[in-house]
């Protein structure tokens, strides 16, 4: 690797959402900028090979590492491919939404990270049990179709105390804590 390539990083996302790719540019950006090194985040798209609305939280890593995979192999020259899922899983009778965010280096280092989690109305789950997916019910709700593309269902349940992509950069850089200090961790 010459100078110029460790100044240069390029990172591939396994989303073209928009909340996803910001997310990720946002605290690649931050991490990556302090240490003079240039950043430039791509989105590809990505199948999480997992159902449209992950239940369960091996389902929903799947599907981030899915994500991530494909995106380190679509994008060439790319240093890290970042998969983000999101989804629900229950524990003791409470269900959560979170977030899983895995990236994969050229090393095939895989990192995890992990978004904090928030309770959805009984209403919702009961929408949700009937195969339906949480964008949409929240598309209906909020009369916004792109809801998901924008604040997400959090952002209209906060009240906009946290919008998605806030909840989806705490994800990100979870996955990045173990990279911040790798003389702690086992790659």
Known sequence: MNAQQARDLTVSVGSRNPVKVGAVSQVMCE???ARGISCTVRACEADSNVPPQPIGLETIFDGARNRACHALESVEGATYGIGIEAGIYAVRGVSLDVQYCIIFDTDGWMTVGHSGGFAYPPSVLSEVEKGHEIGDIFATLSG?????REQGAIGMLS?????????TRHAVLMAMVPRLSPELYDK
Request: proline content about 0%.
């Open 159 to 167: 009240k906009g105390h946290i919008d998605r992509t806030a909840f």
């Open 31 to 33: 991490i990556f900028d």
């Open 144 to 148: 916004n179709e792109n809801i998901k």
